[in-house]
């Protein structure tokens, strides 16, 4: 069974709405991310989270908000979603302590803002 | 500003033959690099990682060569087979609690038998 699970896989939006994009992890780790994948620029951090009730900006947070309200869950809120917010959007989770540690990725959600 | 670049951006190799796919960055602080596979439709998986102390990492058919003097690495695929075909991301990270990784814009490697 997967450790890490988006919702919705595939979500369109209007110019202006709310999106809100979920996550949830099984491995019981304290740390959660959230990237946008597009070509030409890999994968880049919106946001993450050391546990329960923190998050922090990424290197592209604006435009962004994050909410983490349990050890297994973490969201991503695009409060008036904007057309160069058309991406593929993946949450994952990284061990405690995490230095040099291996991140588990969810599958992914596709998100269209039209 | 990309710390983290791979060339090429696309690859094309026969089954068989060695896939290599390179990796610079900018960051001096960076000591960990650690390579991600992604299938069409799925998230990145670790494929392997090195530590800067060290200059080679192989597992099985998989090894990364790093030269810290000249900020470089790469990934070896020998004997590529159909299934390796994917996108292929380096990252790195400087350490910490955050454990947050740079990544590299991506290599897609097809393996044509």
């Known amino acids: 069974e997967a450790a890490v699970t988006q919702s919705p896989r595939n979500k369109v939006a209007v110019t202006g709405g709310k999106v809100t994009l979920s996550c949830n992890q099984t491995?019981?780790?304290?740390?959660m991310y959230w990237y946008r994948q597009d070509t030409g620029h890999g994968l880049r951090l919106i946001h993450y989270?050391?546990?329960?009730?923190?998050?922090e900006k990424g290197d592209i947070p604006d435009g962004y908000k994050a909410s983490r309200p349990s050890q297994e869950n973490f969201s991503l809120i695009l409060e008036l979603a904007t057309p160069s917010q058309t991406s593929v959007y993946f949450c994952a989770s990284g061990d405690p302590g995490g230095a040099h540690a291996e991140q588990f990725f969810g599958p992914g959600t596709r998100l269209t803002v039209l | 500003q990309q710390q983290v670049r791979q060339s090429p951006q696309s690859l094309t190799v026969w089954e068989g033959e060695t896939a290599i796919l390179n990796c610079s960055y900018e960051?001096?602080?960076?000591?960990?690099f650690p390579w991600y596979q992604q299938f069409p439709g799925e998230g990145p998986a670790l494929l392997i990682s090195?530590?800067?102390?060290?200059n080679k990492k192989e597992d099985g058919r998989f090894t990364i060569f790093f030269n810290k003097r000249e900020k470089k690495l790469s990934l070896h695929i020998a004997d590529s087979q159909p299934g390796d075909s994917a996108t292929y991301f380096c990252a790195a990270n400087t350490g910490g609690l955050s454990g947050k990784l740079t990544f590299g814009e991506g290599t897609q490697v097809t393996v044509i038998s």
């Open positions: 090195i530590l800067s102390v060290s």
């Open positions: 989270s050391y546990g329960a009730g923190s998050t």
């Open positions: 491995n019981n780790h304290n740390n």
């Open positions: 960051n001096s602080a960076f000591d960990y």
